[in-house]
C-alpha cells in the first residue's frame, strides 16, 4: 500500500481543514521499526504551526463547531467511525509499517478506535446539569460546558487508541482540539484527521501538527489559547507538561504507565490465567502503558506458575509487523537499546525463558526477545522501574499482605489484577490494590472503551474513556436565578 492510500499528506500539518507544510519548511524522517529503513518524511511542526492550529480552533469555536448542537456533535462522531470502518484494513498497515505492530493488533486498534467514535457519539447528548435544592425564591442548576481549545500530546504506541479516548471525548464535548502525535508514529493521526474532515467534522474543530515534543508539543503546552491538555506519555515529560501548564493554571489530564502487576493466589485457576499473564506483558512488544509487567505468585504455586509461563515464552515469535506473529519490533532503535539496557541490568538475576526473533527479522529492525525472569526481588530495579518491552518478572509471596505490600510497592498505580476463587478476599484486594482499575481473575477485560482509566500515583492522574472522560473534558457552571 502506499501511505497516502488514505488521502494524507505525511509530510504536512492539518490545519483548519486544509493540509498545509509547516511554517518553516523543516521535515523529519519516520522510519519502519521492522527493517529501520527510512518511510517517509513528516512536518516538523513548531510553535508557529502550533499557533496556527490553536487560531484554528479558536475560529471553529466561534464558528459552526462551537454554535453546533451535542446531537449534531453526536451524529459527526459517529460518522467518523463508520468511516474508521471502512477503512480498517488501510489503517492497520499503515499502523503496522509506523509502529511496528503486528497485523491484527494493528486491526484490534482500529476496531477499537471506531467504538471509541460510537461510545463518544451515543454520550454527547447524554452529558447533563443537575439541578440542585437550595434557598426559597432561587433555582439553582449546572452546566457541564466545554473547556475551549484542548492540547492533545500522545505517544506512538496505540496512537488510535489514545485518539479515540481522548479527542473522542473532547469532542463530544464541544472542545476543538489540536492534537500533537509522537514523532515516532503520526500517520495514523493524520489519516484520522482527513477521516474526520470527509466525515464532515467543521474545519478546525481539529487540528494535527506533527513534530518533536521540546518543540510542537512544548509550544502546545505553553499556548496561551489552550485551555485544557491531556497527556499521555513518559513521566518526566508529563511532570514538566504539569509545571509549563501551571503557568496559564490549565488543567492536565496525565496518564504516564505503570509497573502494574497481577497477583495469582493459592486458589487461582492458573490454566485461566495463563494467557492473561503473558500477553499482558508482551501486547504491543510490552510498550503499552498498562502493561502487566510484574506476576506476583503464592509461593505454593510459584514452580507451576513459572514454568507454564516458561513454557508460552518459548513458544513467542518475534518479527516484522507485516509477518503478524505474536511479537513485533519495537518503535525504534533507541527504544530496543532502553530496553536491551534494561536486560542487561538483570544480569545477577535468572532468565527463566525467552521468545526468539525469526530468523529472516531484518537486521535494522527493533527486535528484542520477549524475556521472562524468575524469582525477582521487589525491589529490583526491574520490579520497579517502567521498562516499556516485552519483559516481565516473576516474584513470589507468602500471604495476602505480602502480596498486597509487594504489588503497591511502587511508585505507580495504574491497573492491578487478582486471581483467586475466594470472593471474599476479591472485595479485600479490590479495595487495597492502589491502581486506577482493577481486575478480578481477568486482566484488561477486553480493554472496552466504557471502562474508565487512569492512575495514581506516578501513572498521573485525571480519567480518560468511558463517561468519565467527560466530565474531565468539561467544566462546570452553577448558575442560581433569583426569581423570588
Ligand atoms: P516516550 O519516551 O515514550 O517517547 P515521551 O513522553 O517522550 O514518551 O513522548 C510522548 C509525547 O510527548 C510525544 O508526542 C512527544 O513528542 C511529546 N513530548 C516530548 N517532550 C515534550 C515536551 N517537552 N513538551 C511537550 N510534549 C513533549
Known sequence: MTLTALGIAPDQCLIAGHWVAPANGARLVLSNPSDGTALCDIARGDADDIDRAVLAAQGALAGDWGRGTAVERGRVLARIGQLVLENVDALAQLEALDVGKPLTQARADVIALARYMEFYAGSADKLHGETIPYLDGYTVYTLREAHGVTGHIIPWNYPMQIIG?????????????????????????????????????????????????????????????????????????GKLIQRVAAEHVVPVTLELGGKS?????????????????????????????????????????????????????????????????????????????????FI??????????????????????????????????????????????????????????????IAN?????????????????????????????????????????ELPFGGTGLSGHGREKGFEALYGFTTLKTVAAFHG
Open 165 to 237: 479516548r481522548s479527542v473522542g471525548a473532547a469532542l463530544a464535548t464541544g472542545n476543538a482540539c489540536v492534537l500533537k502525535p509522537a514523532e515516532e508514529a503520526c500517520l495514523t493521526a493524520l489519516a484520522f484527521g482527513e477521516l474526520a474532515m470527509r466525515a464532515g467534522l467543521p474545519a478546525g474543530a481539529l487540528n494535527v501538527v506533527p513534530g518533536l515534543g521540546a518543540e510542537a508539543g512544548a509550544a502546545l503546552t505553553a499556548h496561551p489559547g489552550v485551555q485544557h491538555i491531556s497527556f499521555t506519555g513518559s513521566v518526566g515529560v
Open 261 to 341: 502487576p497481577q497477583v495469582v493466589f493459592e486458589d487461582a485457576d492458573v490454566d485461566a490465567a495463563l494467557p492473561f499473564l503473558v500477553n499482558a506483558g508482551i501486547q504491543n512488544a510490552g510498550q503499552t502503558c498498562s502493561a502487566s509487567s510484574r506476576i506476583l505468585v503464592h509461593e505454593s504455586r510459584y514452580e507451576e506458575v513459572l514454568s507454564k509461563m516458561a513454557d508460552r515464552y518459548r513458544g513467542l515469535q518475534t518479527g516484522p509487523a507485516l509477518a503478524d506473529l505474536n511479537v513485533g519490533p519495537l518503535v525504534s532503535n533507541r527504544q530496543k537499546e532502553i530496553v536491551d539496557g
Open 409 to 449: 510497592g511502587t511508585k505507580f498505580g495504574l491497573v492491578a489484577s487478582c486471581w483467586t476463587k475466594d470472593g471474599a478476599r476479591q472485595m479485600r484486594m479490590a479495595k487495597k490494590l492502589r491502581a486506577g482499575q482493577v481486575f478480578i481473575n481477568n486482566y484488561g477485560a477486553g480493554g472496552g472503551v
Open 344 to 405: 542487561a541490568q538483570g544480569s545477577d538475576l535468572e532468565i527463566a525463558a525467552r521468545g526468539s526473533i525469526v530468523a529472516d527479522a531484518p537486521a535494522g529492525g527493533a527486535y528484542v526477545a520477549p524475556t521472562l525472569f524468575a524469582g525477582v526481588a521487589p525491589e529490583h530495579t526491574l520490579a520497579q522501574d517502567e521498562i516499556f518491552g516485552p519483559v516481565q518478572v516473576v516474584i513470589p509471596f507468602k500471604d495476602e499482605d505480602h502480596a498486597v505490600a
